[in-house]
């Protein structure tokens, strides 16, 4: 597989905020959202067997491991079978992904699949029709920058009975969001990126 990096830090988004995981960050990604803050995974990368990021994983020692990119799905042959292995040794899985490509088996078996519904802030889109794939164990992540954004994941939960988690572009408009969200009654949750506030990877 082609992989950018492989590391241990604290899970700074969603429903696993806070806790301690192995990052597998896979290169390669179909969309040019307009504030990625991972551009370095867009090309690139280094080969990588499914055996040695397991290996590298195991090292770690960590239970919780989250695949990410990039977009992992780009990889699926190879994404299939890591996403096995590493639950066949105990490993909780969490896959990342932009809402762009759909494989059965990968969706079926993750123990999460993070989809980030793309915002008109992004440049980019999701498919609706991948969206409503997801089950309850999954959840739904919409990075919000200003209202057309917020009008957007109030029309995403619409259209969704998994967990919605909102959050801010960068640090200044968290306040804007909590508002937005108590004042209309949106029943979402919101979050910041954890790891920006606490200066890890």
Not at 86 to 93: A, P, R
Not at 171 to 198: C, F, W
Request: aromatic content about 6%; some cysteine.
């Amino acid at each position: 597989m082609k992989v950018i990096e492989v590391f241990a830090s604290i899970q700074g988004e969603g429903r696993y905020i806070g806790r301690p995981s192995v990052f597998i960050r896979l290169a390669g990604c179909n969309l040019r959202c307009s504030w990625c803050d991972t551009k370095y995974a867009f090309t690139g990368g280094k080969e990588l067997s499914v055996e040695e990021l397991v290996y590298e994983v195991n090292r770690l020692n960590l239970s919780l491991v989250c695949i990410t990119g990039g977009e992992p799905m780009l990889q699926i042959e190879q994404l299939r079978e890591l996403v096995g292995k590493l639950q066949d040794v105990g490993h909780e899985v969490v896959v990342e992904t932009n809402g762009t490509l759909y494989d059965e088996w990968v969706f079926d078996a993750a123990d999460c699949v993070s989809m980030d519904m793309k915002p008109p802030s992004s440049g980019e889109e999701s498919d609706i029709g991948i969206l409503k794939k997801l089950k309850k164990k999954d959840q739904v992540k919409i990075v919000v920058a200003g209202d057309e954004d917020f009008e957007f994941a109030k029309d995403i939960l619409k259209k969704t009975s998994v967990e919605v988690i909102l959050q801010p572009v960068d640090g200044a408009n968290m306040s804007y969001i909590a508002e937005k969200v108590t004042k209309e009654g949106v029943d979402v949750r919101v979050l910041p990126q954890l790891h920006k506030l606490i200066g890890v990877r």
